[in-house]
């Protein structure tokens, strides 16, 4: 059996195709500058106390 596509079909496939490119871009970006906040806040912990001689302490 032989299955055929239109136009509105394959209008369709495209539409969900770059909604899912966006969603997934959405997620990863925001998932990035969340690993970067917990990152920063992990340098913040483990930054020793900078010394007294350093200008700018």
Same mark, same amino acid.
Request: with cysteine.
């Given at each position: 059996?032989?299955?055929? *596509? !239109?136009? !509105? !079909?394959?209008?369709?496939? #495209? ?8 969603? /997934? #871009? *959405?997620?990863?970006?925001? =998932?990035?500058?969340?690993?970067? @906040? @917990?990152? /920063?806040? =992990?340098?913040?912990?483990? +930054?020793?106390?900078?010394? &007294? +001689?350093?200008?700018? &302490?």
């Amino acid at each position: 059996m032989k299955k055929t *596509c !239109t136009k !509105t !079909t394959l209008t369709n496939a #495209l539409l969900i195709n770059n909604l899912a490119k966006i969603l /997934r #871009l *959405c997620l990863v970006t925001k =998932l990035d500058s969340q690993r970067s @906040v @917990v990152e /920063r806040s =992990l340098v913040a912990q483990t +930054d020793p106390i900078p010394p &007294y +001689d350093d200008p700018l &302490y």
